[in-house]
């Protein structure tokens, strides 16, 4: 019996995802593993790097069609599925997956207040494979629905890529295992998510901001360095109108001459959040007395245009 259950285990292919999300953020997803196990990764001289271009979508009521351009970068040829993924962003500026949402007490709140575009717009192709330096375009055509009741729909066009069909142990493989033994291999799926929003309505775009606070966080300049203490400057980015904000955050020193010491781009404010939290970390640590001025500035309907603005005096 014990022999049988270990052949069963030898046999599971255990696959880890990691996806990246294009809207400002970078989620990673991990499934569990049941017990420690050697890992045989595929060679680091392989590699897919995807770019999607635009970053976001914005449909109105007189545009019906868009398209995207999906290019490899890397060196290794990719095929990649092209689905439309409803995501709920969390007050903490997080994004996850609707079902995700909806399935934990927390933040089944937002996810019901998502509207969904997803059954609204048709992506074209579904399936692609890129060539090493190639690309592809995306035709996206939309539906509005035929009675709207919210301002405002949005769903997000994600394309992943496919798992090699060489993906997990083969049967050879799984009966060299000796008993009791689990092995698996890591496939890295890459992904890249970018928000395809559908108005249905006159744009409603005002923000304000609150709660400008200064906090201290561990964290690396480059990703690589050790982490060291930084300034961070936080603040609630307040949603006052019925519309989605998408903008970048400035930061500038007055008793600098306007110097611009923090900066923040693509942060966006979904229709399920009233507020999110924003985080920036300065370039340097403030002197006593310093006066900054945060900034909101947009980059949707009227890119430059300065949405919200706040002070602050260091003590």
Request: proline share 8%; net charge neutral; hydrophobic share 45%.
């Amino acid at each position: 019996m014990r022999e049988a259950i270990s052949l069963r285990l030898a046999l599971a292919a255990i696959l880890l995802t990691a996806v990246f999300l294009a809207s400002g953020a970078l989620l990673a997803q991990d499934q569990q593993t049941p017990a420690p196990a050697a890992a045989d990764p595929a060679p680091a001289s392989a590699r897919i790097n995807l770019t999607i271009t635009p970053k976001r979508l914005t449909f109105n009521r007189t545009t019906r069609s868009a398209s995207v351009y999906v290019y490899n970068q890397g060196n290794k040829s990719a095929t990649v599925d092209v689905t439309l993924i409803d995501r709920v962003m969390l007050p903490s500026g997080d994004i996850r997956t609707f079902d995700d949402a909806l399935s934990d007490a927390e933040m089944k709140p937002f996810a019901d207040r998502l509207r969904s575009a997803r059954g609204l717009i048709v992506a074209t192709p579904r399936r692609i494979t890129l060539a090493p330096g190639r690309g592809q375009t995306i035709r996206l055509r939309v539906t509005p629905p035929a009675s709207a009741d919210a301002p405002e729909y949005r769903s997000h066009l994600t394309v992943a890529t496919v798992p090699p069909r060489e993906a997990g142990l083969t049967a050879e493989d799984a009966a060299a295992q000796r008993p009791g033994e689990l092995s698996f291999r890591l496939n890295a799926v890459f992904g890249l998510s970018i928000p395809v929003i559908i108005r249905t309505d006159t744009p409603d775009v005002r923000a304000d901001i609150r709660n400008v606070r200064l906090d201290e966080e561990m964290l690396s300049p480059d990703g690589v360095a050790p982490p060291s203490r930084t300034a961070i400057l936080a603040f609630d980015l307040v949603r006052a109108g019925a519309s989605s904000l998408f903008g970048n955050v400035e930061i500038h020193s007055a008793s600098s001459g306007d110097e611009v010491v923090g900066l923040a781009r693509g942060v966006g404010v979904y229709p399920e959040i009233d507020s999110r939290q924003v985080r920036v970390p300065r370039r340097h640590a403030p002197a006593a007395g310093e006066v900054l001025d945060v900034t909101f500035v947009d980059d949707d309907l009227t890119p430059g245009r300065v949405i919200a603005k706040a002070s602050l005096t260091t003590s």
